[in-house]
């Protein structure tokens, strides 16, 4: 001990204790503040790690959700384009059905032509109100009366009356033909059909 050091011991006075010293069991209290010090930055550290976590998985539900809405835009564009498509084939599911009612009258009419005679013109138009009635405007050229008859002989044959009919010649043989077709006999129809594709 410095001389100096031993002066000032020397000058200080005894001094009775005002208060009771602190219990041993508080000794614990820094250990304590150390643990907790502790826990509060692994806390800390494991709190910013998880936000990270999450930020990282916000990015990606939101990069999916995305995704999904764009294929869903997608979708909903291919199933525009396959609505659009099965009206189409409902439309020529329509048509194919109102032309089988004409497809044995066509084949008739043009397998009635006898062979120096030619159609230049076949119209067949079915009234929607009316879809028995069909109104038929032939042209055709050689064969004149007789094949005017038998044409109109297949006509009959596939269940067809025709009623209000015109007919006109004209120079080089070419004989027109109008007239209105009554349907007289579905099952005449329905048995051409069998026939024509068997």
């Known amino acids: 001990m410095s001389q100096r050091e031993k002066l000032l011991d020397d000058l200080k006075t005894e001094r009775q204790d005002l208060t009771k010293p602190l219990p041993k069991i508080l000794i614990i209290v820094p250990f304590l503040f150390f643990i907790s010090l502790v826990g509060a930055i692994f806390l800390n550290a494991l709190f ?20 999904e809405a764009f294929q869903k835009v997608q979708t909903e564009k291919t199933i525009d384009l396959i609505k659009k498509e099965e009206q189409k084939a409902q439309e020529i599911h329509k048509w194919v059905e109102g032309a089988m009612q004409i497809q044995p009258l ?23 109100n009316n879809p028995n009635q069909i109104l038929i405007q032939l042209s055709f050229v050689n064969g004149g009366q007789k094949q005017l008859d038998d044409t109109l002989s297949a006509i009959n044959a596939v269940g067809y009356r025709a009623y209000s009919a015109n007919q006109s010649s004209e120079q080089g043989g070419k004989v027109n033909y109008q007239a209105t077709l009554i349907l007289q006999n579905n099952a005449s129809i329905k048995k051409g059909l069998t026939a024509n594709y068997e």
Do not use: H, N
């Open 48 to 67: 910013f790690l998880k936000i990270k976590e999450a930020d990282s998985l916000s990015a990606d539900w939101q990069q999916r959700a995305e995704t």
């Open 106 to 128: 066509a084949l008739s009419v043009s397998r009635s032509m006898g062979p120096k005679s030619s159609i230049e013109e076949l119209l067949l138009y079915r009234e929607k």
